[in-house]
């Protein structure tokens, strides 16, 4: 199991800039580079929903439509952290973000995970 813990959140403009960090502690025997690691998302009263993800070796990414274009998501294997860079940030995309981790490749459906942090609330004003 891996422990993860979010920061970086805050309230900002519509149109501002915020980046996400999620640090990562491997259990003993695994690695953090072992696993793959995803953003989601969840706004009150709805379902959590897939942001981005980054594959074990970060040579591979996937991201929601709904953020092509604005969120960066990366890696940096050596300081066990993962990242998400949310620009030219809209109203819609205020909800409680959540860094998750799983083993290899990441996946859009949450139920695949099965490491969680405890989320960090990002809200954008109009």
């Known amino acids: 199991q891996v422990q993860l813990v979010e920061s970086g959140g805050g309230l900002v403009q519509a149109g501002g800039s915020l980046r996400l960090s999620c640090a990562a502690r491997a259990a003993s025997g695994r690695t953090f580079s072992s696993y793959a690691m995803a953003w989601f998302r969840q706004a009150p009263e709805k379902e959590r929903e897939f942001v981005a993800g980054i594959s074990w070796s970060g040579g591979s990414t996937f991201y929601a439509d709904s953020v092509k274009g604005r969120f960066t998501i990366s890696r940096d294997n050596a300081e066990n952290t993962v990242y998400l860079q949310m620009n030219s940030l809209k109203p819609e995309d205020t909800a409680v973000y959540y860094c998750?981790?799983?083993?290899?490749?990441?996946?859009?459906?949450?139920?695949?995970?099965?490491?969680w942090g405890q989320g960090t609330q990002v809200t954008v004003s109009s």
């Open positions: 998750a981790a799983r083993p290899r490749l990441p996946t859009f459906n949450s139920y695949d995970y099965n490491a």
